[in-house]
Structures are given as C-alpha cells and as structure tokens.
T-cell receptor, first 112, second 115 residues
C-alpha cells in the first residue's frame, strides 16, 4: 500500500532550536518524495524535493530507504518557519501522472 | 504570471443537491489535479486531467466527476451531496511537460459546506 505517515500533529519549538519533522512512507517502487508547506493565509506550496538535493530556507531532507523515512530538518528554527508542513510521495514520478499521496501534516509552531 | 484560480471560494449546499467547482490553471499548464482536504482525512487525491483526458482517479465514489476543457480549465462536479462531502476542494496545476514532476501549484480552494 502507498502511504505517508507524519506521526506528529504539532511540533512546538523555541526560536533558534533545531527542528525535525518526521515523515515515513510505504511504497513498493522507487520513491520520490516532497515537502510542501502552507504558511498562514497562503496557498499550499512546494518547499523542497528529494531529487533536487537542495536546501530551501535552511531546510534539508534526506531520503533513508532503509528506514523508509524522509525527515525534514533545520538546525535553527525561525519564527517565520511556523506553518503546516506536509510530506508527499509521488507514485509515478516522471511517468504519466502527477498523483501525490500526502501525509496528514505537522503544524510547526516556533515560539519567540 | 497569475496563479491557479478557483471559483467559487465558498459555497453552502444542502444534502441531495449537486455542485460544480471551477479551476483555471496557470497559463501553459496542461495538468490539473483535484484534492479533497478534510480535518480527518487530510489531503486526498480525487483525479487528474491532462490535455482533456483523465489520466488518474482516486478512490472516490462515482458521484465525484470532473472534466477538462481545451483551454486546460477544469471543473469538478459532486452529485447527490452528502454531509461528509463538506471539505476544502483544492485544485492544482503542474508543468506543461508530459512527465510527472511532483511539483504542484495549488489554488486557494473552494470550501464546500453541506447542510
């Protein structure tokens, strides 16, 4: 079965503290994973994708196929990072469909 | 470049009625996907259209249908509304390239309330 699990509904940290948003997936094929973010009163938007190996706004995510995880990390949280974060799995990357399986999301609250 | 536009933004219907939601993708985007977002189930894939053809469908009953026009605009329809259909319906468009990229550009959504 194709599934994305985000075990934490809410993660509250203080400004300057490290952040790790957990994501685990279940997929029999070769996974392509993404993190989407929704800031308050804004649209859901792509934050970063595994295939690009990029760092966006100080966030990075490493795919661990052994642990079937794609955790999102940032060494020092900022108040502007407060948002809803969704992990997503592409079921047919490069193929004929853009269907994504989303996790239920984690609300990150960065306290001053 | 204008973003994905969804109309109407809010609507209230009663059980048994039907509803049509509209989505205008980013100019040049040929793929349009629809998702249902609820507090309990999160974001669930409804269907995807590419060049007027449905190329994937989620696990929703036949009451949920959609279509895409030659200008890439898309509509989704829900017939015989049930209370459980109350949700935020999100439309997303993606790259004009044929292959899936996983990068979706979302609209603000249409919030449907069924009474």
């Amino acid at each position: 079965a194709q599934r994305v699990t985000q075990p934490e509904k809410l993660l509250s940290v203080f400004k300057g503290a490290p952040v790790e948003l957990k994501c685990n997936y279940s997929y029999s094929g070769s996974p392509e994973l993404f993190w989407y973010v929704q800031y308050s009163r804004q649209r859901l938007q792509l934050l970063l994708r595994h295939i690009s190996r990029e760092s966006i706004k100080g966030f990075t995510a490493d795919l661990n196929k052994g642990e079937t995880s794609f955790h999102l990390k940032k060494p020092f949280a900022q108040e502007e990072d407060s948002a809803m974060y969704y992990c997503a799995l592409s079921v047919n990357y490069g193929g004929a469909t853009n269907k994504l399986i989303f996790g239920t999301g984690t609300l990150l609250a960065v306290q001053p | 470049k204008a973003g994905v536009t969804q109309t109407p933004r809010y609507l209230i219907k009663t059980r048994g009625q039907q509803v049509t939601l509209s989505c205008s993708p980013i100019s040049g985007h040929r793929s349009v996907s629809w998702y249902q977002q609820t507090p309990g189930q999160g974001l669930q894939f409804l269907f995807e259209y590419f060049s007027e053809t449905q190329r994937n469908k989620g696990n929703f009953p036949g009451r949920f249908s959609g279509r895409q026009f030659s200008n890439s605009r898309s509509e989704m329809n829900v017939s015989t509304l049930e209370l459980g259909d109350s949700a935020l319906y999100l439309c997303a468009s993606s790259s004009p390239r044929q292959g899936a990229t996983g990068e979706l550009f979302f609209g603000e959504g249409s919030r449907l309330t069924v009474l």
